[in-house]
């Protein structure tokens, strides 16, 4: 069952109680029927909060197993969050938007008994039911956390997941809020498999016993950074994070989480015994610097991927135009173990081919003692120059000295 103001006659979706007694009508009076899925979207504001209580309930009370609700603000009077939601046994799978203001009063136990996955979007929400309301999920195996959390004091946010396999969190928090950060996320998950986080500067993450981490994904935002010294205590921040997950199989990371950190702080990272595949996106080549320090730190990587990613940050600016970027990359003193005696893979997506890419891309050759292939990605504007350009590059390709005597470099064109 699906509800949204727009559903009703046009010329009487803005009048309230019509609308209030339209998904009266057909709630009440349908009888003892299960309700499997439910979604109510009421964003105008201005609805009385005791017909959506009771919309909420009901659903609840036919055993509903899907729940997807956005309600806006302001509702006459102040929203509760029904305590029937925290003790349904039938519901597996929720939606839910949390704006400010909004309240609940939240069971000390049996909350969320049997759901699975959980999709929380904060608008401005208040700190203290944020605090409380992702305290004990026993059973859920996926849980996403996105949203402005603009204008808080304080968050401290803790998530209780024993089960939870799959956790990704995206908050934007404006710098003009604050430079100091004031927002901590605990996660203790001992089963998590699948990390994914946007990360901001002002958010301070902790994970407990991640031991089955697989797979993590570290998503930078850059907006301000050139007042990183004003983010009190980020670089600790960043190698904390980097600690917690230094068990992870699988990493893709934004290069830009390194320029937050200074150079002393790249020899204090943990080394990643366990990871297999890498996955570098560059904003621009001067961070190439930091697949130096990723190599070091993953001794069995078998894996690479290097890929080329402005268009976020940078919109139609190339990924090597600027003539002010400094120069991106130095080779280690030694040479990493992992080109010694794993790495058997290179993947360099949307290769650009300026001076940075092609002194990385001949270092990775000539030391890749255990490299099987390298494929290289690329893309230009017409068949003419894609001939001509493929076979430019082929030609020093071909002359790079090679480590492993079965590597073998093929192109490919990007579609």
């Known amino acids: 069952m699906k509800f949204y103001k727009h559903?009703?006659?046009?010329?009487?979706?803005?009048?309230?109680?019509y609308f209030e007694e339209f998904v009266d009508d057909l709630l009440f009076n349908r009888g003892e029927a299960n309700i499997y899925s439910f979604r109510l979207n009421v964003i105008s504001g201005g609805m009385n909060s005791s017909h959506i209580d009771a919309w909420i309930s009901t659903a609840i009370r036919h055993n509903v197993v899907e729940l997807n609700l956005r309600v806006g603000k302001p509702t006459?009077?102040?929203?509760?969050i029904p305590m029937l939601l925290f003790t349904c046994s039938t519901l597996m799978r929720l939606k839910l938007l949390l704006c400010e203001n909004f309240s609940a009063t939240i069971p000390s136990s049996n909350c969320f008994p049997s759901l699975k996955f959980l999709h929380v979007t904060v608008q401005h929400p208040d700190s203290d039911l944020m605090e409380k309301f992702f305290s004990c999920f026993p059973a859920l195996e996926e849980l996403?956390?996105?949203?402005?959390?603009?204008?808080v004091t304080a968050y401290n946010l803790v998530i209780s997941a024993p089960k939870l396999i799959r956790l990704h969190i995206w908050f934007i928090v404006p710098v003009a809020w604050n430079y100091e950060c004031q927002i901590f996320v605990t996660a203790d998950t001992p089963n998590l498999e699948e990390l994914d986080i946007e990360y901001d500067c002002l958010v301070s993450y902790s994970l407990k016993n991640a031991n089955c981490l697989r797979k993590a994904k570290i998503f930078f935002h850059t907006e301000n950074l050139e007042?990183?010294?004003?983010?009190?205590?980020?670089?600790?921040?960043?190698?904390?994070?980097?600690?917690?997950?230094?068990?992870?199989?699988?990493?893709?990371?934004?290069?830009t989480i390194f320029s937050a950190l200074d150079i002393r702080y790249h020899s204090l990272l943990l080394t990643f015994g366990n990871l297999n595949h890498l996955e570098l996106q560059l904003q621009t080549c001067r961070y190439l610097?930091?697949?130096?320090?990723?190599?070091?730190?993953?001794?069995?990587?078998?894996?690479?991927?290097?890929?080329?990613?402005?268009?976020?940050f940078?919109?139609?600016?190339?990924?090597?135009?600027?003539?002010?970027?400094?120069?991106?990359?130095?080779?280690?003193e030694s040479v990493p173990v992992c080109l010694i005696s794993h790495l058997k893979t290179i993947c360099l997506w949307d290769f650009q081919g300026c001076p940075d890419d092609m002194e990385v891309a001949m270092y990775l050759v000539k030391h890749g003692k255990a490299l099987n292939k390298v494929t290289i990605y690329n893309h230009f504007s017409n068949e003419?120059?894609?001939?001509?350009?493929?076979?430019?590059?082929?030609?020093?390709?071909?002359?790079?000295?090679?480590?492993?005597?079965?590597?073998?470099?093929?192109?490919?064109?990007?579609?």
């Open 7 to 17: 559903c009703v006659n046009s010329r009487k979706r803005y009048e309230r109680s």
């Open 289 to 312: 610097q930091s697949l130096t320090t990723l190599l070091k730190i993953s001794p069995n990587l078998e894996h690479l991927k290097i890929s080329a990613f402005t268009e976020i």
């Open 314 to 332: 940078y919109g139609n600016k190339s990924y090597c135009d600027d003539v002010e970027l400094e120069h991106g990359w130095d080779a280690p």
């Open 76 to 80: 006459r009077p102040h929203f509760e």
């Open 227 to 255: 007042d990183r010294d004003y983010f009190l205590g980020l670089p600790d921040r960043i190698c904390q994070l980097f600690a917690d997950i230094c068990h992870a199989r699988s990493l893709t990371v934004s290069s």
């Open 384 to 415: 003419e120059m894609e001939l001509r350009s493929t076979i430019a590059l082929w030609s020093k390709f071909s002359n790079f000295p090679r480590g492993s005597e079965t590597c073998k470099i093929q192109f490919e064109t990007m579609v």
């Open 144 to 151: 996403i956390i996105d949203g402005d959390v603009a204008g």
